[in-house]
């Protein structure tokens, strides 16, 4: 390895004498494509946390096939761990182009599904209350065919909140369909609301706070050591919210 070259520079000239993209990178270490660009071009302040830096540089550089350690000691050694260190931005490149490109599909994906769930879900609401609004015109018009009208439950939408006092791993699914799954940094809350119900599965239950409907959900019962599975809401009801 050439201790001439940046940090950077060595991944991206070992990477290219491996005859990968960016994107397989990505692929291989499962790091989004855009913090392996920043590392090869040593954007440090790009990348969530100095945690996440160091896990991502150590994955990449063990793909690489390069010295991790040397590297890990390199970085932790530069100017401020390298998080202000100015960089002239150089052109971007046809792989950066390409994740560039990519990264931007799937937020524009992302924001199309989310439209598209709003839509059907007020569609469903008003084709509901439009029924129940013909349903007592026939009524009033009809007095003399009584029939046995049953009460259909309303849809309660359920609110989940998740504030994250340090870095976890959690998934959280909403009615079997997968929303988030993965790290929630420290400091960072997170909001959901929807039918239910809600699972969600904690590698850490004593990182997160989780909040249902406004209440405070109790992670402790059930756990396994500090991993848990929790339902929400209940399957069984209680005053109280416990983990299932």
């Known amino acids: 390895m050439n201790e001439e070259l940046s940090i950077g520079n060595t991944i991206k000239e070992a990477r290219i004498k491996s005859g990968m993209s960016i994107v397989d990178v990505a692929r291989l270490t499962r790091i989004p494509a855009h913090y392996v660009d920043a590392m090869e071009r040593e954007q440090w302040n790009q990348l969530p946390s100095d945690t996440h830096r160091l896990g991502y540089l150590q994955r990449v550089v063990v793909t690489l096939k390069l010295p991790s350690e ?41 924001a199309a599904v989310v439209i598209v769930l709003a839509l059907c879900w ?88 989780i909040f249902w409907n406004d209440q405070l959900v109790d992670t402790s019962p059930g756990a396994r050591g500090s991993i848990n599975n929790i339902v929400l809401p209940p399957p069984v009801s209680s005053d109280t919210v416990h983990a299932h």
């Open 70 to 110: 040397q590297i890990l000691r390199r970085y932790r050694e530069g100017p401020g761990n390298r998080r202000t260190r100015p960089r002239v931005a150089a052109a971007p490149t046809p792989d950066e182009t390409v994740s560039r490109w990519a990264g931007a599909n799937i937020q524009q994906t992302i």
């Open 122 to 209: 007020t569609a469903y609401h008003h084709f509901v209350a439009r029924s129940r609004d013909y349903a007592a015109l026939a009524n009033r018009m009809h007095p003399r065919h009584a029939r046995l009208e049953i009460q259909q439950p309303s849809i309660f939408a359920q609110k989940i909140r998740i504030d994250s006092r340090q870095d976890s791993w959690i998934r959280v699914l909403n009615h079997h369909q997968l929303i988030y799954e993965g790290i929630l940094p420290a400091g960072v809350t997170k909001e959901w609301s929807g039918a239910g119900p809600f699972r969600i599965k904690l590698s850490n239950i004593h990182s997160v706070s």
